[in-house]
């Protein structure tokens, strides 16, 4: 049988010093998290397909991996968490007027296009806040964003905040059909102002319609985005949206994180279950967000119980990337020792290395044989970043 060492496209293995570095940042997003007052919780790794139907607005069934179980029922592996993390809340809370927390913690799986070069396997954190329907929720986890984001070591970054909801009102105004509004989106996204334009033209809308659409790639900026986009229309539910944004901005100033956030009011979820805010993280070394996030209101309806909610999911691999190329390291356990003995110091090696790991110390024993030679455990024991060196 031929040995396969490689893995399959779109996964990788992680070891080493990456590995480890690896943890320590997922430790850390994940102490700043709770530190919010969020608990944990663990859903599986595979759903009824059902959990991510086309009704829900999540992945496209072509992107997800399927399979079946004993009774036939189709199965996919997770490839976003919201929708699970919706399921368990409608399923185990929710049972009284008090909002719910929780954060989790592992891989989701996507059968991205080998074109995109994008792994298909991610490790992702996030949060959810449940039963919360303010902009004080909303402002709480863009803060909490910025909390984790500069808990890893990083500083230059940038917190996109849109509204779902402005670009759906306007869309809705205009009369748009479903798939108009699919093709609008994708044109608004890319910041395709020409082609935005040409389809405009095609489907004859008015001119002050005509204006806003035109004008959403490039209302990007600072607080001044939300007076300019103001001026532009006169929808009730597109003004509330720009209203609810400039409430999250005033609660922002009070944790001190508003110099983090921008505004952009083109950027456009591909999830369609977002209704309110909308956010994205974005840092040097990495073409995509490392962070995404946004309010979902209607989403825990379609497991039976109506909740509003807002949540925010981390991609670990997109930071562990961005801090590697910004030279950032994050500090791992000092406390490794490595006791180098030969046959007969093994009674005492031993009991060296118990000693030392009921102190918290990490300690690995390697034997010196007559294809390992001391100088060969040395120069193992340097490579390996021990800080202590034992030898008996």
């Known amino acids: 049988m031929q040995k396969i060492l490689h893995t399959p496209e779109g996964v990788r293995d992680i070891y080493n010093q990456e590995c480890e570095q690896k943890l320590a940042l997922q430790e850390r997003m994940r102490k700043a998290i709770k530190s919010y007052g969020y608990r944990d919780i663990e859903t599986p790794t595979f759903e009824f397909f059902d959990v991510f139907g086309k009704e829900i607005g999540t992945t496209p069934s072509k992107d997800l991996y399927k399979f079946f ?26 049972n009284d007027s008090m909002a719910v927390r929780l954060t989790y913690l592992g891989n989701a799986f996507v059968n991205n296009s080998s074109l995109q070069g994008r792994l298909k396997e991610t490790t992702q954190i996030g949060a959810e806040l449940i039963g919360e329907d303010s902009a004080d929720a909303d402002a709480e986890v863009v803060a909490l964003v910025i909390h984790a984001l500069l808990e890893t070591g990083l500083r230059d970054f940038q917190i996109s905040l849109g509204h779902a909801g402005f670009f759906q009102s306007l869309a809705r105004e205009a009369g748009f059909q479903e798939e108009t509004v699919e093709e609008l989106r ?43 986009a103001r001026g532009m229309t006169d929808s009730r539910d597109a003004l509330d949206s720009l209203s609810r944004l400039e409430e999250i901005w005033e609660i922002l100033k009070l944790y001190h994180v508003e110099k983090y956030v921008s505004f952009d009011l083109g950027m456009l979820n591909r999830y369609r279950y977002y209704t309110g805010i909308v956010f994205r993280g974005y840092t040097f070394g990495t073409g995509d967000a490392v962070v995404k996030g946004g309010r979902y209101d209607h989403l825990l309806g379609h497991f039976g119980k109506e909740a509003p909610s807002v949540g925010f999911v981390a991609m670990i691999d997109q930071l562990l990337m961005a801090l590697s190329r910004q030279n950032i390291q994050l500090p791992v356990s000092l406390k490794r020792c490595m006791i180098l003995y030969g046959k007969e110091k093994r009674e005492e090696a031993v009991k060296k290395a118990t000693e030392l790991r009921e102190e918290g110390i990490e300690t690995e024993l390697v034997r010196i044989t007559g294809e390992r030679s001391r100088e060969d455990c040395r120069r193992y024991a340097r490579e390996s970043g021990c800080v202590l060196v034992v030898e008996l």
């Open 186 to 228: 994708r044109l608004i996204s890319n910041k395709n102002t020409f082609g935005v334009e040409r389809f405009l033209d095609q489907w004859g809308v008015n001119p002050g319609q005509k204006k806003i659409f035109s004008a959403l790639p490039g209302l990007f900026g600072g607080r001044e985005v939300l007076d300019a």
């Open 69 to 94: 179980d004993r009774e036939g029922n189709t199965l996919v592996l997770r490839p976003d968490f919201t929708p699970p993390i919706a399921r368990a809340a409608a399923k185990y809370y929710l």
